[in-house]
Structure formats: C-alpha cells, structure tokens
C-alpha cells in the first residue's frame, strides 16, 4: 500500500489513501471489511453525519469491545457514511451502538464468542416512519435502505472500531446472515396490542431501540389455526428444540409474531401478556432430553440455573421467566407465519434504550455547513 495511507476515520480529505489508488478496492482490502463496497466518506458527507450527530467530532461516544477502540463521533459519522446510512438515521445507529455497550449487554463476549448470535435491532416508535423503515412484508430481509444501512453501521463499528475481525477476535464458528445486516422496526399499525416500548413505559411518541443477542429467524408455519392456542403450540414446539443456547443455558428470547397470527390470537381475547404466559408454560425440554441422559457426564447441568431440578423428567423451560420471551409483531399482514429467534443464553442482557433528541439540522445545517 502507498506510504501516505491514512486513518479511514479522518476525513481531512476525500480519500484515506493516495489519490491513484482505487478507494473502493482499498476498503475491500482492510481486514475490517465486511466484504461488501461502501460509499466513499467524503468531507462533505461525512460533515453532514456529523452535524446530525450534534457536531464535536472529537468527542469519544463509548468504546468498543473487544479491541476496545474509541468510537469517536467523527468515526461513527465515517462509519455511517461508510455503511450507506442518511443523517436523518443518525439518532438510531447512535442509541444502538450506546445500548449494546452498557455492561449487562456483554458485547466483549459476544464479538469474541464461538457462537453465531449478532445482535438484533428492533425499532419502535415515530422515528420508523420519519426515516423509512420496513416494518412489513419481507422484514427480515432486504430491499429497505434504511434497515439495511442501519444494521450494517453498527456491524462496521463492531469490526472497525471494536476489531471484532472473523478469525482474528471473532471466533465465530459458523456466524449467521444477521452479522451483515439485523434490524428490524415493529409493525405497530398491524399489531393489535400496545407496541413494545409501550409495554415497558414509554409514550406511544417515543422512539426507542431494542437489542438482543440473536441466533437467525426460526421460522413458524401455521395456516390452519382459528384459535390462540393452536398458533402458539407451533411456536412453542419451535422454541422446544435442543441445539439451541436458549435450552441449554436460558436468557432471552425473541418471538416475532406475523400480523395475521396476531390478529387471530388477540380476537379471542388473549394479550401479550398472555401469550408470553403460554409460551413459557407450554415450551421447554425434559431434563434427560438436555443432558443426553447423562451419557456425557454432567457438562449441562452447570449451565442451568442452581434451582431446576436434574432429574430426567423435570422440564426445563426455554428462559427462565415469561418476561425473557420479548414478544414483537412484524412482517407483511398476508401470510400466517410466525418467528421464534434464540438468544446467546444467560451471559447477556437485552437493552431497550430511548434515541436521544435529534439536534436541529435546518439550523445546524444551513447552507449546507455544519455550524457546530
């Protein structure tokens, strides 16, 4: 490489590299790559990320494990830029990137774990229609810049900043889909209940972010159900495999209910509340089926709390509380499908955060230069 190759993160200039070389080709080579083409940070777009993010490009946001980088808000503006995002989705990447770093989140663990969990975003509130997201049809799945761009932010900083780089500190056995790109909004105009952050305190006006260590989307076939109970029996027989950490070590657990199902459940009555109830109640595994009856020593028991009880027919639930299956409707309202996505198990919390205020652009922004 050219002996004048400088910090991707400092946009002084169009390019971190000479100008002859092929800047495309040269993100594809750095070892944080996610191995698809990013958009060039520019000066004046990287300015303009910054200026959404409230200015200060020096100010350190937190610190990403496991190389334990700083993610200066400079960097999270290049990043961005990087990962195809528009300003206006500033105030999510930046509340998840804050979420997966509080301490019960366990990010060190997870970038360097052999296990396949990334983390998911989910999105609530009025900031999935003032940026464009897809809370519908194909909502797992591609053809929505803003979800797409989002979650291919935050894994930009895991692999950049944080060094979470496969072979090297992620130690990833097989990884999943969801390590380019896992994010997700509700679908709260199809949802017959009170949209998750609702459930947990906040106003119907706030937005917010959820995220959750998550194996990929289980998916859940029901097309001849007219009751509650027919429906979530296919899910739970879904959630009551083996293989999975959630059964053999607990945590938490994401059920993503199909608008149809949801409407079917919730005439007869039944909340959320209700269905996590039944859930927890009627998944789960004999104790004999997880240890394999013992036939390789006790290697399963440690990772089950000290209360359950080993004996071969006591059942052993998926998590350890109905309030650890995080209950969500989304996906097109055609189709009777449902979700089940296993967590990484008990060595990880959840966090749900609140975006913060997003600064005033037209203000900021005027003329097109950042002003702070």
């Known amino acids: 490489m050219p002996g004048d190759v400088r910090n991707p993160f400092d946009h002084s200039s169009a390019s971190p590299v000479a100008d002859d070389v092929d800047l495309i080709e040269w993100y594809f080579s750095q070892p944080w790559s996610d191995g698809l083409p990013v958009v060039p940070p520019t000066p004046a777009k990287v300015d303009e990320m910054l200026c959404a993010l409230g200015g200060d490009g020096a100010l350190i946001e937190c610190r990403i494990p496991p190389r334990w980088g700083s993610l200066t808000r400079e960097a999270l503006a290049v990043t961005m830029v990087m990962a195809g995002c528009r300003p206006e989705y500033a105030p999510i990447v930046r509340a998840a990137v804050l979420a997966m770093c509080e301490t019960g989140f366990n990010l060190n663990g997870l970038q360097a774990s052999t296990h396949m969990a990334a983390p998911l975003l989910v999105v609530n509130g009025p900031v999935r229609a003032l940026t464009g997201m897809n809370a519908g049809c194909n909502v797992f799945g591609p053809g929505n810049r803003t979800n797409a761009t989002i979650g291919r932010a935050v894994r930009l900083i895991m692999l950049a900043t944080g060094g979470g780089i496969p072979g090297e500190l992620d130690k990833a056995t097989l990884g999943h889909p969801g390590k380019y790109t896992f994010c997700i909004a509700e679908n709260e105009e199809a949802s017959p209940w009170a949209p998750y952050h609702v459930e947990k305190g906040y106003a119907a006006t706030d937005s917010t972010v959820f995220v959750i260590a998550s194996e990929a989307p289980y998916s859940v076939s029901n097309h001849v159900a007219t009751d509650p109970e027919g429906i979530l029996d296919s899910i739970a027989s879904t959630m009551s495999g083996i293989g ?11 059920v993503v209910i199909g608008p149809e199902h949801a409407q079917t459940i919730a005439r007869h009555g039944w909340t959320k509340h209700d269905v996590r109830s039944y859930l927890w109640m009627y998944s789960g595994n004999r104790f004999d089926a997880l240890s394999f009856g013992h036939r390789y020593g006790k290697v399963y028991n440690r990772n089950l709390p000290r209360w359950y009880r080993r004996e071969p027919d006591s059942r ?36 749900l955060r609140a975006l913060d205020a997003a600064p005033p652009r037209a203000a900021l922004c005027e003329d097109g230069t950042c002003r702070l």
């Open 244 to 254: 999975h950490n959630n059964a053999l070590m607990g945590g938490s657990c994401t």
């Open 316 to 351: 052993i639930p998926i998590v350890e509380t109905a309030e650890d299956i995080h209950l969500f409707v989304a996906g097109g309202t055609a189709g009777r499908f449902s979700a089940f996505l296993p967590g990484w198990g008990n060595v990880t919390v959840p966090v």
